[in-house]
């Protein structure tokens, strides 16, 4: 290849990424807008500026699309987590990347959808460990928790549970069914819940000075 075709190829190149960023933007906006079900061909190239064939040539479909919007929620969720200060007070900082979680989850009902619930199809292929560094971080809080006394198996079925539990709270507020006359107050179920759960990983593992 001779210089003049690396340049352009290199050219080519940085179009290509950076149209296909584009395009993920305005998918994201979709979805963080209208809901998962808004996001299809015509939409989008309408949104993005680009032709429906664009899109295609781009990522070969709307499957690899959606996948990409999955890959951006779980970024978004790992840099909220991430964001949570530690404190040194272990339980504490457990309950707040709980929170944490529970922010982004309300505050983008969208994102979350297809990022949990697999509102629509996705490559499995390009998500399969998406969501693994958002999980790392609560693996690295409960941790810190339990210290030496958690072996890794341990720890991450533990913090599997919590997830599994904010999830599960999440998911019923962000589809309306957490709310009802028993369940007022959102904020102050979600923090029972977990602290209850934190509190069993206190007394399971006999942590001292786990204050809150």
């Not at 690899?64 to 919007?69: H, W, Y």
């Not at 994102?111 to 509102?119: N, T, V």
């Not at 006394?149 to 919590?162: E, F």
Request: proline share 2%.
């Amino acid at each position: 290849m001779s210089p003049a075709q690396r340049v352009e190829s290199s050219i080519e190149g940085d179009r290509f990424a950076k149209q296909r960023a584009e395009i993920v933007d305005a998918a994201v906006s979709i979805v963080t807008e209208a809901g998962p079900q808004a996001l299809t061909t015509r939409r989008l190239a309408d949104a993005a500026g680009v032709t429906t064939m664009t899109i295609y040539s781009r990522f070969g479909g709307m499957e690899s699309v959606s996948s990409a919007v999955f890959n951006v929620g779980f970024a978004q969720l790992t840099e909220r987590l991430r964001a949570v200060e530690a404190t040194g007070a272990a339980a504490r900082d457990v309950l707040e990347s709980c929170r944490a979680y529970r922010r982004f989850g309300v505050e983008n009902p969208g994102l979350y959808s297809i990022m949990f619930e697999r509102a629509i199809v996705l490559d499995p292929e390009s998500t399969s460990s998406a969501a693994a560094e958002s999980f790392d971080e609560l693996v690295q809080r409960i941790s810190r928790l339990v210290g030496a006394d958690g072996g890794t198996a341990t720890v991450h079925a533990h913090a599997y549970g919590l997830w599994a539990l904010c999830h599960g709270l999440v998911n019923l507020e962000t589809t309306g069914m957490g709310a009802s006359k028993q369940v007022a107050d959102t904020n102050t179920t979600f923090d029972t819940a977990v602290s209850t759960f934190i509190d069993g990983l206190v007394v399971f593992f006999d942590v001292d000075g786990a204050d809150r």
